[in-house]
């Protein structure tokens, strides 16, 4: 029976209540690991920042790498900041910085959301007649896609007094609401926000500061050494359609969707975030303090070279290269290159995983993936069709699948914002007039190299791999299912 809270219907499936106790269980070994963990957690904090600014950024439409906006933050206080993409991540690392060093003096207020505005937008002129203050014009959230184009996600609350009288009910709704859960409250906060959409521009990247805040607030802290904006950025197709479909009901929406997506990104940051200290932890195990802060930096700086090291942790040049050299020799880190093009990596030594599977259909048409190192790979070796119609005849899947033109594109996004792309028909993976409902790919896809046709550099990783449906209808008549191998 979906409960009311506030203007929308919840319905608290098991499935959600069990997300939110797997959460809360994490949060509860969480100050244990803190303490264990927290020179390795610095360095955390200072890649999540600049994940969280670039990704934030780069969802509303910014082309900055994060290779780029690190460079500009180190730079920021002698920086001319002329384009708008740089105007952007400066406001945004400036408020994402406010948050986490003071987010316990931050009460929710009117006039704390309105500052928070004030600092996010402070670094472009064009800004200045709207920043810290609720829109003066009508707008409506847009999706901006990669090939330039816009999509109306959906309609928002209109200017003057509608707008304020919607902010006051949900401010005074957070703080009137004893009973409903932190994390679900937060979630909601934020999508009742993005609803709103309260002010001219900046309102998507306040509502991830403003979830981030809220989670911290809550006693959530480890939420500031991984980063929330990442995740929505690698599932921003799903993010702006869960937006879209919840939107439609409005007012009086049920809003279980979109807990479950929120939900479903804290979990996978909270293994994101024991993954990285696991790892860290089994290579550094026998290492001294010092060696294992060298190496946690390489581990999240893939690439680097030993002056970057010796300036980030401020530890003198010779003895980085000292240690460098002691673990290359035992196998710890690789060396790649010679003289001033001199860099390392630490390749992980995860085992192959084996006939994984995923499926993409007309709800889920995209699956990414996240390959760290130049020995990581997804190998694609065999598809199962499932037709979502009823048939007789085996060529009754081609004329379908030919006259849809249904196909999977792979994408492949390096480090430094090169993209490759390559479709593939399903139709040239079997006979087309007699489709078998599993079929074996006689040469396997292997991403990247099957889709550069040329070895990945080390520069490049961080890589994002994207599988999606695609084809010349909107709706599919079949759900597809990858079997694949992963390194």
Same mark, same amino acid.
Request: proline content about 3%; hydrophobic content about 35%.
């Given at each position: ?35 264990r ?10 890649i ?31 920086s ?97 609401d ?45 939420i ?31 809003v279980?969707?979109? *807990? %479950?997506?929120?939900?479903d990104?804290?979990?996978?940051? @909270?293994?994101? +975030? !024991?993954? #990285? &200290? ?19 930096y ?34 710890i ?8 093009? *001199? %860099? ?8 192959? @995983?084996?006939? +994984? !599977?995923? #499926? &993409? ?15 990581s ?6 598809i ?15 004329v ?35 489709? @078998? ?24 990783y ?26």
């Open positions: 029976m979906p409960q009311n809270i506030h203007t929308f219907y919840l319905d608290l499936t098991m499935k959600l209540m069990s997300e939110l106790s797997t959460i809360d269980r994490f949060d509860a070994s969480w100050a244990q690991i803190e303490k963990e927290g020179q390795t957690l610095k360095q955390l904090k200072t999540a920042t600049v994940r969280s600014v670039g990704a934030s950024t780069r969802i509303e439409g910014s082309k900055m790498t994060d290779n780029e906006v690190e460079v500009l933050i180190d730079e920021l206080k002698i001319k900041l002329e384009e708008r993409d740089q105007q952007e991540v400066a406001g945004y690392f400036e408020a994402l910085d406010t948050i986490t060093e003071s987010y316990k003096d931050i009460i929710i207020s009117e006039g704390n959301l309105k500052n928070l505005h004030k600092i996010l937008m402070s670094h472009c002129d064009k800004d200045e007649w709207h920043r810290g203050e609720y829109k003066q014009i009508s707008n409506s959230v847009e999706a901006n896609h990669q090939d330039g184009t816009k999509q109306i996600v959906f309609e928002t609350t209109e200017p003057g007094f509608a707008t304020e009288q919607a902010m006051r009910d949900l401010l005074e709704w957070y703080h009137s004893k009973e409903t859960l932190p994390i679900v409250k937060a979630a909601l906060f934020v999508y009742d926000f993005l609803s709103i959409h309260p002010f001219q521009d900046g309102n998507g990247r306040l509502s991830r500061l403003l979830g981030t805040l809220l989670l911290l607030r809550s006693g959530y802290t480890w500031q050494y991984v980063s929330f904006e990442h995740e929505i950025e690698h599932r921003k197709v799903q993010y702006y359609k869960v937006l879209m479909k919840t939107q439609k009901q409005r007012p009086g929406e049920k279980d969707e979109w *807990t %479950n997506f929120f939900l990104c804290l979990l996978n940051i @909270q293994d994101q +975030l !024991m993954s #990285k &200290l696991d790892s860290h932890e089994n290579s550094s195990s026998q290492l001294a303090p010092r060696t294992k802060n060298i190496l946690g390489i581990e999240n700086h893939p690439g680097c070279k030993s002056s970057d090291i010796s300036e980030k942790l401020r530890i003198p040049q010779s003895t980085v290269k000292k240690a460098l050299t002691t673990m290359v020799k035992n196998k880190i690789l060396k790649y290159g010679v003289g001033a093009g *001199t %860099n390392y990596l630490a390749e992980k030594t995860s085992p192959l @995983q084996s006939d +994984l !599977m995923f #499926k &993409l259909t007309n709800e889920t048409k995209t699956k990414e993936f996240l390959l760290m190192g130049t020995s790979y997804v190998e694609i070796k065999k199962i069709l499932t037709p979502l119609f009823e048939w007789t005849k085996p060529d009754e899947w081609s379908k699948l030919m006259n849809q033109g249904l196909c999977f594109k792979v994408t492949v996004i390096s480090n430094t914002g090169s993209t490759f792309s390559q479709p593939y028909a399903l139709t040239s993976f079997n006979n087309a007039h007699y489709f @078998q409902p599993v079929f074996t790919l006689n040469k396997p896809i292997r991403i990247p190299l099957h889709i550069k046709n040329e070895q990945s550099n080390l520069n490049e961080p890589m994002t791999i994207k599988i999606e449906l695609d084809g010349s209808v909107s709706v599919f008549d079949f759900d597809v299912t990858f079997v694949y191998d992963e390194m």
